[in-house]
């Protein structure tokens, strides 16, 4: 049992790259979530999924897109990087039926030089 | 939009002293979860907490839910090298449902051996 993986654990991309996260969860999870953190500034809501094929924004959803065409993927893509969206990504995943904890990846590192 | 501040920022201790960190929603919490982040590493579920009032231990960790139920507190006793991190209240407000946690700024702690 893997829990939450994420891929990559580091990426390097220049402005204007593009790329995608990939989230995957083994643990029959219904709702999943992409933060970003930043120095100081703790985690914050990037979208989430309340289950496959639906998604919707969190707290800082511009510049990302994401797709849960699968219940246990949920991607998150950068379509033209940018240096602000330097950062530490982290996946987590919660069951509804476990008093909503979260259980998160080890996070991807992506700096956008 | 839902705010959750933590105070302090950083904390250094020697080790044995106490520490506390604060949490403050400026909304009404259904419930607290506290996580604990160690330095390089990913977000890890410490306990959650539901009723106004609520206090539970785990060891050397006391954690307090607010009678309001907008506030809570983290207390180690004589910490040791094995609490350094940070530590993030979460909560999800009663607008947005149980399915997205706000997350407070953290409290990152360090230890003076």
């Known amino acids: 049992n893997a829990g939450v993986t994420q891929t990559p654990k580091f990426r390097v991309l220049k402005t204007g790259q593009s790329m995608t996260l990939l989230c995957a969860q083994d643990?029959?999870?219904?709702?999943m979530y992409w933060y970003r953190q930043d120095p100081g500034m703790g985690l914050r809501l990037i979208h989430y999924?309340?289950?496959?094929?639906?998604?919707a924004k969190g707290e800082v959803p511009d510049g990302y897109n994401v797709s849960r065409l699968k219940k246990q993927n949920f991607l998150l893509g950068l379509e033209s990087a940018a240096p602000s969206q330097t950062s530490v990504y982290f996946c987590?995943?919660?069951?509804?039926?476990?008093?909503?904890?979260?259980?998160f990846g080890a996070g991807t590192r992506l700096s956008v030089l | 939009g839902q705010q959750v501040m933590q105070i302090p920022q950083y904390q250094h201790v020697q080790e044995g002293e106490d520490f506390t960190t604060y949490c403050n929603s400026s909304?009404?919490?259904?419930?607290i979860q506290w996580y604990k982040q160690r330095p390089g590493g990913h977000p890890v579920f410490l306990i959650q907490l539901v009723k106004s009032g609520e206090v539970k231990k785990q060891k050397r960790l006391t954690f307090q839910f607010g009678e309001a139920k907008k506030n809570s507190s983290l207390h180690i006793t004589a910490t040791q090298t094995t609490d350094v991190g940070t530590y993030f209240c979460?909560?999800?407000?009663?607008?947005?449902?149980?399915?997205?946690?706000?997350f407070g700024t953290g409290t990152r702690l360090t230890i003076i051996p």
């Open positions: 987590a995943s919660i069951s509804a039926s476990a008093k909503n904890i979260q259980y």
């Open positions: 643990m029959n999870h219904e709702y």
């Open positions: 909304t009404t919490l259904s419930n």
């Open positions: 979460a909560g999800p407000g009663l607008l947005f449902g149980n399915e997205k946690l706000t």
């Open positions: 999924s309340v289950g496959e094929g639906t998604t």
